[in-house]
């Protein structure tokens, strides 16, 4: 069974911290993503990887990175958390088109 | 650039049919529709490619008219089960790597 896996459910940090949100994905996927998503915003994507090493920013990347080691991992670094950066945070694989989220990481930055 | 999803929300009756529309200004590759209840993350309903196919998933099926670049959601006799928030993604033919993804459209399904 499919399986896409996320490092915490829910998240409290303070602002200016350095916060990392693992996704792990058991299917060999080559395509992964990070998504936020926000009451009224939808689903917007942050940045995407389609190899190991490999990413591509998304829509919104500013005051996020990534790191992509291994091809079932993907992180994604919130540098310095701020309080706009509040959020539910959704990691995906796909390998032909059919995306398969994780449960989701909901990050409060005080 | 982004979608456009119609209606916004829908209440439903069990048993009844609705349509959930979605529109880009963009030429599409490829249209996928998801699903997400509330507190859970979106699930997978189907892919639509280029080409004006019609697909099917249970009581749920979907078309894509190519010249429109519009995906239209089927829901007949419908179940609580189908409550939740469907959203579209589309692809665009210069990169169909990625996903731009419309607002949602919300349905309620009472009994």
């Known amino acids: 069974d499919v399986k896409v896996t996320q490092s915490s459910r829910y998240l409290v940090k303070r602002t200016g911290e350095k916060v990392f949100l693992e996704c792990v994905q058991d299917m060999d996927h080559e395509n992964m993503f990070w998504y936020r998503q926000d009451p009224g915003l939808g689903l917007r994507l942050i940045y995407f990887?389609?190899?190991?090493?490999?990413?591509e920013k998304g829509d919104i990347p500013e005051g996020y990175s990534v790191s992509r080691e291994k091809k079932e991992r993907f992180s994604l670094i919130l540098e310095s958390a701020s309080t706009n950066q509040t959020s539910m945070y959704l990691c995906?694989?796909?390998?032909?088109?059919?995306?398969?989220f994780g449960p989701g990481t909901r990050l409060t930055v005080t | 650039q982004q979608p456009v999803q119609s209606p916004q929300a829908v209440i439903l009756r069990e048993g009844e049919d609705a349509v959930i529309n979605c529109s880009s200004s963009?030429?599409?590759?490829?249209v996928h529709w998801y699903r997400q209840k509330h507190g859970e993350a979106p699930v997978f309903l189907m892919i639509?490619?280029?080409g004006g196919e019609q697909k099917g998933h249970e009581k749920i099926s979907a078309s894509f008219n190519e010249k429109k670049q519009q995906s239209s959601l089927y829901l007949t006799a419908s179940q609580l089960s189908y409550s939740g928030t469907y959203f579209c993604g589309t692809a665009n033919a210069g990169n169909n790597r990625k996903l731009i993804w419309g607002l949602g459209t919300s349905l309620a399904v009472n009994p």
């Open positions: 995906a694989s796909t390998l032909r088109g059919e995306q398969y």
């Open positions: 990887s389609y190899d190991v090493k490999m990413k």
């Open positions: 639509l490619l280029k």
């Open positions: 963009k030429a599409l590759y490829s």
